[in-house]
């Protein structure tokens, strides 16, 4: 028996990084996993990935920040692989200015797109993650829901949001049959670092590495699968050492 022999995922942020990565290892492990995406060519790629692999897999489009997208995602999760008992809320953008010049409206994007995508994913799944029996939920949060860097303050507000969303909904659903837990990851070199010196990151990083796609999606298959059936409304640090110091 593969860790996720039988059980559905559906991985929101899943054309890419670590989402990518996720749902190769579910799907690896025996998942039917769903890659949700607004990004469909990429998405689709990763369904070929997977399948070329033996697995399973189906691209849906998914805005994170749309109700109406999120009942369809559920709707046709569960029409594709009959059920839904693993959601990834992985999805998320950030913003790099300091807070004197954080415009309203990139505000209110990463604020749309990185927290409030994650309160409408845990509502729209609600019902089939407790119909599972064995629901489990794992919120991709960040080291900066944690600690401050200076600069970014909508993408901390949004990390930090979704640390305690987390914790709410966990002790909300905590004889409901669903884990909820929330993973913390460092710098991980991904698209989303953008242009970001990559030199600087791995300076500010005490294992003096950035991390991979493939360390962060190990960590969030553990949290998602029955190996970690204790665990909820705790949160999984996994940063090179960064929040140690
Ligand atoms: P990425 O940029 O490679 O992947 C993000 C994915 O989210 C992309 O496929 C993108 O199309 C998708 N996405 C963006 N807006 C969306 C929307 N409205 N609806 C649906 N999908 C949307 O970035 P990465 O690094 O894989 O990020 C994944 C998560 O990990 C994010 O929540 C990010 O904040 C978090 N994270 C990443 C870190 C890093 O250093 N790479 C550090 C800490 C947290």
Known sequence: MARFDGRVALITGGASGIGKA???????????????????????????????????????????????????????????????????????????????????????????????SVFLG??????????????????????????????SPAYHAAKGAVRLLTKTTALGWAKEGVRVNSVHPGFIDTPILGDTDRDMLIAGTPMGRLGRPEEMAALIAFVASDDASFATGSEFVADGGVTAG
């Open 22 to 116: 996720t749902a190769l290892r579910i799907a690896s492990e025996g998942g039917a996993v769903a890659v949700a995406d607004i990004q469909e060519q990429a998405g689709a790629e990763v369904v070929s990935e997977i399948e070329a692999a033996g697995g399973t897999a189906a691209f849906v489009k998914l805005d994170v920040t749309s109700e109406e997208d999120w009942n369809q995602a559920v709707d046709t999760t569960v029409a594709t692989f009959g059920k839904l008992d693993v959601l990834v809320n992985n999805a998320g953008i950030g913003d790099t200015d300091p807070i004197e010049v954080t415009t309203v409206d990139t505000w209110n994007k990463v604020v749309a797109v990185t927290q409030t």
């Open 122 to 151: 845990m509502r729209a799944a609600a019902e089939q993650l407790k119909a599972s029996g064995n629901g489990s939920v794992v919120n991709i949060s960040s080291m900066y829901g944690i600690v401050g860097s200076g600069v």
